[in-house]
C-alpha cells in the first residue's frame, strides 16, 4: 500500500525494522531535549504529516522497550491518526515511572501500525441474541 507523507523532520522516514514487523518506529522531533517528571505528559511531535486512504488509520503505540525499560508509554494507547487528519502527528507520552526521563531529538518514542477499519451503521433493536456469557465482563469469564 502507498501512502502519501511529508517529512519536515531531520529523521528519516519510518520503516519496518524486519519483514515480519506490524509497527514503524516513530521519532521525537524536537528542538531541545523535554524532560518528562513522573506521572507527567507532553505532546512529543515527529514532523510527520500523512494522507491515509479512507478505510484505514494509523495507530500510535507504545514502543514495548521503552515502556518495560524506563515506564514511558503513550498515554492513549493506542492514538488514532484519522484518514482524513492532516496535521502533524503528535504522541501523547507519559512518564509512568519514579524516574524523570529526558527524550532527545530523534529518539524513538512509539510505533505507528496501518490498520484497515470498518465503519458501523446502527441498528436499533429491542433484545440482543443470548450467549452463554451474557452480561459477564469485567473478569467474569474466570482466571487461570
Excluded: C
Excluded at 496535521?87 to 524523570?100: A, D, F, H, M, W
Aim: proline share 4%; no cysteine; charged share 25%.
Amino acid at each position: 500500500m502507498n501512502i502519501k507523507i511529508i517529512n519536515k523532520s531531520n529523521h528519516a522516514l519510518p520503516h519496518y525494522e524486519t519483514g515480519a514487523s506490524a509497527g514503524m518506529d516513530l521519532r521525537a522531533n524536537i528542538s531541545e531535549p523535554v524532560t518528562l517528571e513522573p506521572l507527567e505528559r507532553a505532546i512529543i511531535k515527529t514532523g510527520l504529516f500523512i494522507e491515509l486512504p479512507v478505510g484505514f488509520e494509523a495507530q500510535v503505540r507504545p514502543r514495548s522497550g521503552l515502556a518495560a525499560k524506563k515506564g514511558i508509554t503513550v498515554l492513549n494507547a493506542p492514538g488514532t491518526v484519522d484518514a482524513d487528519y492532516r496535521g502533524e502527528i503528535g504522541v501523547i507520552l507519559v512518564n509512568l515511572s519514579n524516574s524523570r526521563f529526558e527524550i532527545q531529538d530523534g529518539e524513538r518514542i512509539a510505533q505507528l501500525v496501518i490498520a484497515k477499519h470498518e465503519r458501523a451503521e446502527w441498528i436499533t433493536v429491542e433484545e440482543l441474541s443470548s450467549t452463554s456469557r451474557g452480561e459477564g465482563g469485567f473478569g467474569s469469564t474466570g482466571v487461570k
